[in-house]
């Protein structure tokens, strides 16, 4: 199945920006169905954005401050985040399907099986 590789995690102030990167390795993931997904301190896994050819799709809390988005060229999946919040405190891990999908399942822990090892993002007020 590959391996997924995030970094970019840092601690920022609120209303900072930061952008993730995850790349993968094996299979051409990049080309396919990805996601990022965010796991807070006690709390479940969920689901933040996805990107299949030509479609974006968000969880409604990061609507319109994070954007999904790939380099194929570079293999490399990128989390643009703006107007950062206490909030979005949390682990964030890069997420694929194996076998490859073009069209994107739903953004819940269960429908992906392809996890990278995550990367600390930390909002200070």
């Known amino acids: 199945q590959g391996q997924l590789v995030e970094s970019g995690g840092a601690s920022v102030q609120t209303g900072g920006s930061l952008r993730l990167s995850c790349k993968p390795y094996g299979p051409p993931y990049i080309g396919y169905c990805m996601a990022w997904f965010r796991q807070a301190p006690g709390k479940a896994r969920e689901g933040v954005a996805s990107i299949e050819n030509g479609i974006k799709r968000y969880s409604g809390s990061v609507k319109d401050r994070f954007t999904i988005s790939r380099e194929n060229v570079k293999n490399t999946l990128f989390l643009q985040m703006d107007t950062l919040e206490p909030e979005d405190t949390a682990e964030y891990f890069c997420?694929?399907?194996?076998?490859?999908?073009?069209?994107?399942?739903?953004?819940?822990?269960?429908?992906?099986?392809?996890w990278g090892q995550g990367t600390q993002v930390t909002v200070s007020s």
């Open positions: 997420a694929a399907v194996f076998p490859l999908r073009r069209s994107c399942p739903d953004l819940t822990v269960s429908n992906y099986n392809v």
